[in-house]
């Protein structure tokens, strides 16, 4: 419980002093900059997922293609 109630008193500490940052223009640009940044790594990560999900979903069209030609052979 004790840990918890660290945790929330962190993060609203943190959610002041980053008020307080952004309030100079030193602070804004880089909260622009992190901003910018973590939106790059979030268009990569999500690049990556569909690139990944398009090969997966080739690869069980394959097989099924694969298995229905079987299923006519056997027929």
Do not use: C, W
Request: proline share 1%; net charge negative.
């Amino acid at each position: 419980m004790k840990n918890l109630v660290m945790l929330i008193v962190g993060v609203g500490i943190g959610f002041v002093a980053a008020h307080q940052i952004n309030k100079t223009p030193e602070g804004r640009r880089f909260f622009e900059e992190v901003d910018s940044r973590v939106g790059e790594f979030t268009g990569a990560v999500v690049d990556g997922y569909r690139t990944r999900e398009a090969e997966l979903r080739a690869a069980v069209a394959e097989a099924e293609e694969t298995i229905a030609d079987l299923k006519r052979a056997q027929s």
